[in-house]
């Protein structure tokens, strides 16, 4: 006696084929119709993702047959952004996509560009040229251009100097500049002294005001030019204008005070001058203390004239004299009386 076993059935989405009932039969004659009914067992569709190059492990999902599939997982990827999930033949899946067989999704991905900006510090353009953005694709060192470089400084370089090819972020590069120095020459004509503290240099950043000189007999008119503004440049030279001014002239006069032979009784001293020598003068009996002004202060050679003045002899008698000595040309005398008694 033979017996029959119908063959296996093919799967279907979302179902798994588990067996016929009956599973078998015996041929026996007489023969007739014989109905066989597949057993079914649902089961879920096995959705697969592939990052397509992305940093993370995606794992697989499983979906109820004939269910949407839910919400896309994300995924990343250095450098880009994720665009989606598509299916092999280039059609994008969403949320609500009905899942009846097991598939395959694939990222797809748009590269990120990321910014480029310029601190330029203050000064100078960048050329149309520089680039403002860059992504991870690019295959060469970028390296910005020398900007528009201003009057007075030179360009020193960029901080970071480059961009290195598969990096990724916004990056900022910042100018380094130095303002060139330049000389300064002062001429003063040969009046005045300049000050210890001037400069001999400046720069583009600097604002220099010349210093007021002086020197007896003349008046200053001024610099040319009168200053150096900010935002010059060049080697400059500063150049003084002087006036002659008249001198004026004062009349001393030496009182002898009773002296006699007194080696001047005048002279014209230049204003603001000191007197000089002072003359010598004689009286019988005394020595020449020195000479006083109309206050009683005594006089020296570097007293400066200023008004018109007369200048008077002081004597010390000399039988009352023990020592005269002088300090800073101002006499000092010890005296005794001749007869007073031991």
Do not use: C
């Not at 990827?77 to 598509?86: A, E, F, M, Q």
């Not at 001293?269 to 003359?279: A, D, I, N, R």
């Amino acid at each position: 006696m033979d017996e029959y076993t119908p063959p296996k059935a093919s799967d279907v989405s979302g179902f798994l084929f588990v067996g016929w009932e009956p599973p078998t039969i015996e041929i026996t004659p007489p023969l007739g119709d014989i109905v066989f009914t597949a057993n079914w067992q649902e089961h879920g569709m096995i959705v697969r993702f592939d990052t397509n190059g992305g940093d993370d492990t995606v794992y697989d999902r499983e979906v109820t047959y004939g269910e949407p599939i839910g919400e896309l997982p994300t995924a990343t990827r250095k450098g880009y952004d994720l665009d989606g999930w598509y299916l092999e033949n280039g059609a994008e899946v969403q949320d609500n996509f009905v899942v009846e067989e097991n598939l395959t999704l694939y990222a797809k991905w748009n590269v990120h560009n990321y910014a480029i900006r310029y601190n330029m510090d203050g000064h100078g353009d960048m050329p149309e040229s520089a680039l403002r953005e860059y992504n991870i694709e690019m295959t060469t060192r970028y390296q910005p251009p020398v900007p528009e470089i201003p009057v007075g400084y030179s360009f020193e370089g960029w901080s970071p100097e480059y961009i290195e090819p598969r990096s990724v972020g916004d990056v900022e590069f910042k100018a380094s500049w130095r303002a060139i120095s330049y000389n300064i020459t002062w001429n003063t004509g040969g009046h005045g002294e300049l000050p210890s503290n001037v400069p001999y240099t400046y720069t583009v950043e600097d604002e220099i005001v010349p210093p007021h000189l002086e020197e007896d007999g003349y008046q200053l008119n001024g610099w040319e030019p009168p200053r150096i503004e900010v935002g010059s440049t060049g080697d400059k030279t500063l150049v003084a204008s002087w006036s002659e001014v008249p001198k004026t002239w004062h009349q001393v006069e030496w009182d002898a005070n009773g002296g006699d032979q007194v080696s001047e009784t005048s002279r014209l001293v230049e204003h603001g001058k000191p007197v000089g020598e002072l003359p010598t003068a004689s009286k019988e009996g005394f020595v020449l203390g020195g000479w006083v002004d109309s206050d009683g202060s005594f006089v020296t050679e570097g007293t400066k004239i200023l008004e018109d003045v007369t200048f008077h002899a002081t004597w010390i008698d000399q039988d009352n004299t023990t020592t005269i000595t002088f300090r800073d040309n101002i006499p000092v005398t010890i005296t005794y009386k001749s007869n007073e008694e031991d």
